[in-house]
Structure formats: structure tokens, C-alpha cells
């Protein structure tokens, strides 16, 4: 099925659906809402600096029915350009009842959707690289990779993010990581025998900071919408449920939660690519 694009005053629409895998830190809730919410609004000013100007319309559901979401049917799907996993506490490799649903669904679409388009942050990224076979799980080192980090681009990097230069900044929320890049092999049939995955960005920290698949798949390991208020409140958060035990890692990371990064570089990455305009990257 062709892809169309509805007009809302003369600018082209591209809809969007988030799947909520966790809910904010109350402060963050209280004023600025869900996840879905926050990345709307981020996704939003990306769609205004787009040339030419894009409306964004994001729907979204919460998918922890352990908590009282539900997972969405395929149908629910129809008439959206890309679907966006969000980051969540839970870790993509566990076998919660509501993850092995929710990879089941993701399976589905993409096997019976082939326009549909996939993004995942943090947790969005390590299970959609479980779902294409990639080995996921914590870092060796035990360490977490906290708020402001550099990231290092690869050539698709760079031309993922229209930029000459060699690295950008993004603020970061993990310990566990993707460990293997995902193959036609590894897949199992989810992807066409010629199909490339590439790696557009490393830190330090973590090896593969991103995935891209050309029409396909466009992932990030970093929170490209957390700002400082946000990054302060995840982290206290994994430390009073005792997730971090570092305090002194956390301090060092608090003070980097101000840091200009680019969030809204890579959100107009990714919007770019629910739109269609990745033709040219190989």
C-alpha cells in the first residue's frame, strides 16, 4: 500500500504511534504528562524546522498490562507512517508476559505492514534488536552510561544527521546494551537476504548507540527528548529502587544534565525517516 500524506494547513502530516513502556517520574508526569506526551512535543518543533514544515500527529497506547495497559491490536496500526517504542526500567531482554506480547505484535506488523516504519529509544532499540535476533543484555562492566555522552558517528551516521561532524551529544539512561549487531541470519526471516543493518553511532560506553535499516528500522540507545529536569528525575528514581547504587556516578552525571545535546538533531533524523526521505543512504 502506498504511503499518503493528509493536509493539514498546507502542511504534510506524519502520524506517529508511541508505545508507552513505562510511565515517567511523577514530577515529570505532573508537568509535562506521558512519555507520549514529551515526545510529541519534541517531535513537534522537529516538524516546524523540517523543510518543507511537517505536522506531527502522535497517537499512543500504554503497553504494560501489568500495570494496567494494554497491548493494541494490528488494526490499530492503520493509516500511521512509523511506530515509536519508548524507553522504559524494564529490560528488553526479560520474558515479562507483556514484552513477549508486545514482540509479538511488533512481529506481526512487520511481517504484514512492509510501509510501516520502526523507531525505538533505549529500551525501543534493544527490543527491536531482540526481535531481529541481536544479543541483548546487561554491560560487562556493570556500569551505567549516564545523562551527557558523546557519541561518535559513522559515515550513515553522518548522513542520518546531515552533519560533517564527527560525534554528537545525547543524554543516556542505561546499563543494559545491545551486544550484537542483528543479521539476516540472526532474523530468521524478518529480513531479505540483501538487507544491511548499520550502526550509525558508538560511545565509549556502548558499542552500538543506534540501528538503522534503510525504509525499515532507525533506533536510538540515548533519550533524544530528556532535558535536564528529566534526567535528574530518572536517574533519582533508579536510585531510590535501589537500580544504581553509584552515587557518585550519579553526582558526576548530574552535573552534565544541563549540557546543550542534540535531541532535536536526531528527532529530525527520525522524522525525516518516517517521512520517507532516507532514499539516498545507503
Known amino acids: 500500500m502506498a504511503r499518503t500524506l493528509r493536509m493539514v494547513d498546507d502542511r504534510p502530516v506524519v502520524r506517529m504511534m508511541v508505545l508507552e513502556t513505562d510511565q515517567p517520574h511523577p514530577e515529570t508526569q505532573e508537568k509535562k504528562g506521558s ?11 522537529a516538524g516546524e524546522h523540517h523543510n518543507p514544515p511537517l505536522n ?21 496500526f492503520e493509516g500511521f507512517h512509523g511506530v515509536l517504542i519508548t ?14 506480547d508486545l514482540m509479538d505484535l511488533i512481529r506481526d506488523l512487520w511481517v504484514h505492514r512492509p510501509t510501516l516504519k520502526f523507531s525505538g529509544i533505549c529500551f525501543g ?19 551505567w552510561e549516564l545523562a551527557h555522552s558523546r557519541i561518535d558517528l559513522t559515515d550513515v551516521g ?31 526471516g524478518l529480513l531479505p537476504p540483501d538487507t544491511k543493518v548499520h550502526v550509525w553511532g558508538s560511545s565509549g560506553h556502548t558499542a552500538i548507540q543506534g540501528l538503522y535499516i534503510k525504509n525499515r528500522l532507525f533506533t536510538s540507545q540515548a533519550h533524544v ?30 552535573e552534565t544534565a544541563s549540557f546543550e545535546h542534540d535531541g532535536e538533531v536526531v528527532a529530525r533524523a527520525i522524522l525525516r525517516f518516517f517521512f520517507g526521505e532516507d532514499a539516498g543512504i545507503p
Do not use: C
Open 35 to 45: 512519555y507520549s506526551d514529551v515526545l510529541h512535543q519534541h517531535f513537534k518543533k
Open 56 to 76: 506531527v500527529e502522535t497517537d499512543s497506547r500504554f503497553v504494560v498490562t501489568e500495570k494496567g495497559g494494554k497491548i493494541p491490536s494490528a488494526d490499530e
Open 87 to 100: 524507553g522504559s526500567m524494564y529490560d528488553a531482554h526479560g520474558n515479562n508476559e507483556w514484552i513477549l
Open 125 to 143: 532499540h534493544q527490543l527491536m534488536s531482540r526481535l531481529l535476533g541481536a544479543t541483548v543484555g546487561p554491560n560487562p562492566s556493570e556500569k
Open 158 to 188: 553522518r548522513q542520518l544527521f546531515r552533519t560533517d561532524k564527527d560525534h554528537i551529544t545525547l543524554h543516556q539512561m542505561h546499563q543494559d546494551h545491545v551486544a550484537t549487531v542483528p543479521t539476516v541470519e540472526s532474523a530468521k
Open 225 to 254: 527528548a530528556f532535558d535536564q529536569d528529566m534526567v535528574r528525575h530518572e536517574m533519582d528514581m533508579r536510585v531510590k529502587e535501589g537500580a544504581i547504587k553509584d552515587r557518585k556516578h550519579v553526582s558526576q552525571a548530574e
